[in-house]
């Protein structure tokens, strides 16, 4: 008898093992002549060498699997050990799975033209407003690049405080002040990862989230760094971030310039960088519209109701 062991790396055993560990005990019940136990992220397999060495291979399928779907099912399980590939949907636009195995997508062409820019380009600028999912899409293009080791970190940032970053007036420690700001942030990689791998991530800084203050003075290589409502940097703000950029990195940088907070007579670093740096080579600008908002069809139709009160009671007033 032969014994070896496997580490389930970068994934989250809990999804690999199954509730009440009924996916280890399927795997069991298909290798009678193993023995399998499991502890932490580690598999122990003992026994016959031939079921041992397919097993070693289809544990690593299995965990491949849990790695770029964020989930397996039973179903999945046999169809490996049988020798099929499990049914997922891998259409074209499909970037990552989210924590419930659903694929996240490109919608539309504006989309499309990010993934393309992102895939493309070094720097990418993706400008639009709210409810067009540029920044949604540039943390799945930026988990995606993790995942398959095309960088070493993500690095995640906003302008602490749109009205003024005045921190200070805040009660509670640096980490408390800023985390309402990044909240947006966090929602959408919470959405991807499974909870305890993100943890693990970010308590190893393989992910980090911070103000665009704390990105002064350093160099960010090896990696993929997103910049989010950058309409509410100044000038030197956004110049200080863009020249942060190190070697084997990308940089998105995301913005809705019909929603900026900076005050009246200060120009908006970001529009003044599109103007500059538009053209460059190396350097993507996608605009993303109306057109490219993705809405509960609920709201569409409230909005709708809402236009023809405004528009009912305009038509009343002028005729008043």
């Known amino acids: ?36 136990a499991a502890r932490d992220n580690v598999i122990r397999l003992l026994g016959d060498e031939e079921q041992m060495a397919k097993a070693e ?19 999945d399980i046999l169809d490996i050990i049988k020798g099929r590939q499990p049914k997922v949907d891998e259409g074209r636009d499909v970037l990552v799975y989210n924590i419930s195995g659903k694929p996240i997508k490109s919608r539309g062409e504006n989309q499309r033209k990010l993934v393309e820019a992102y895939e493309n380009n070094d720097m990418v600028f993706a400008i639009g407003p709210a409810g067009t999912g540029k920044t949604y899409l540039s943390i799945a293009l930026a988990v995606k690049t993790l995942k398959e080791k095309g960088a070493r970190k993500l690095i995640l940032s906003r302008p602490a405080v749109e009205a003024g970053e005045k921190l200070g007036f805040l009660p509670g420690d640096m980490k408390e002040k800023i985390d309402p700001y990044l909240q947006p942030l966090y929602d959408a990689l919470e959405d991807m990862l499974p909870a305890i791998k993100l943890q693990d991530m970010m308590d190893k800084h393989v992910i980090q989230i911070a103000p665009l203050a704390f990105m002064r003075g350093r160099t960010l290589n090896d990696a993929v760094v997103i910049l989010d409502e950058a309409q509410n940097t100044t000038p030197q703000q956004i110049r200080m971030f863009l020249t942060r950029m190190g070697t084997n990195s990308k940089m998105i940088i995301t913005g809705d310039l019909t929603q900026i907070d900076l005050p009246h007579n200060q120009t908006c670093g970001l529009k003044e960088a599109i103007s500059i740096l538009e053209g460059v080579k190396g350097i993507g600008v996608v605009r993303l519209g109306e057109k490219d908002i993705v809405r509960h069809k609920l709201v569409t139709r409230i909005v709708n109701a809402y236009d ?3 528009k009912k009671r305009t038509n009343k007033n002028i005729a008043k």
């Open 1 to 36: 008898m032969i014994e070896k062991h496997i580490v389930l790396e970068d994934i989250d055993p809990v999804v690999f093992y199954g509730a009440n560990n009924s996916h280890l005990l399927m795997i069991k019940s298909l290798f009678p002549k193993l023995r399998v």
């Open 308 to 310: 023809a009160y405004d």
């Open 57 to 75: 291979e289809d544990i690593e399928t299995m965990r491949k699997h849990v790695l770029k779907y964020n989930q397996l099912g039973e179903e």
